[in-house]
């Protein structure tokens, strides 16, 4: 599976192309003959990847990313217990989108400052944290308007 895609749009920071650049990359390995999402290996014409190199965790941020909190919870869902299991990054990124649904977002900053990011999220998770603080300032800001204006 060639990421080349999704990695120029890392470093370029063009995080709002990360999840349907995921999601076009999820469908061509699940368009491929050899390909069986229950297996423990995904096989694409292009050769043999695991599960496990999946990047769930940019996958999931792209997401939320585009505000798009159906699509996270979906590819939740489907990711392997035993991936949640093995790889604490993803339930870290999950416990944002959980706090993001029930719009806790105090729990939200809990979530961001209480994991250690591995440098390949680390970018993609401040720049979303900066991303919800202008969005929430611009509600508050907002709202204090339309305070003042009545």
Not at 10 to 24: F, G, L, T, V
Not at 126 to 131: E, I, Q
Request: aromatic share 16%; hydrophobic share 45%.
């Amino acid at each position: 599976m060639d990421f080349s895609l999704l990695e120029g749009a890392m470093a370029s920071k063009s995080y709002e192309k990360i999840a349907d650049i995921c999601d076009d990359l999820m469908l061509q390995a699940s368009s491929s003959q050899n390909f069986f999402i229950n297996s423990s290996l995904f096989a694409t014409s292009e050769g043999v990847f695991s599960q496990e190199g999946w990047p769930y965790a940019i996958h999931l941020l792209g997401h939320m990313y585009a505000n798009d909190m159906n699509s996270a919870r979906f590819l939740w869902k489907s990711i392997p217990s035993t991936i949640k299991e093995s790889q604490p990054e993803i339930v870290a990124v999950w416990k944002i989108g959980q706090c993001l649904w029930t719009r806790n977002y105090a729990g939200v900053y809990e979530a961001i400052r209480g994991f250690d990011w591995t440098p390949q999220v680390l970018g993609l998770v401040m720049d979303f944290s900066g991303k919800l603080a202008f969005s929430l300032f611009s509600f508050f800001l907002f709202v204090a308007y339309l305070f003042l204006k009545a």
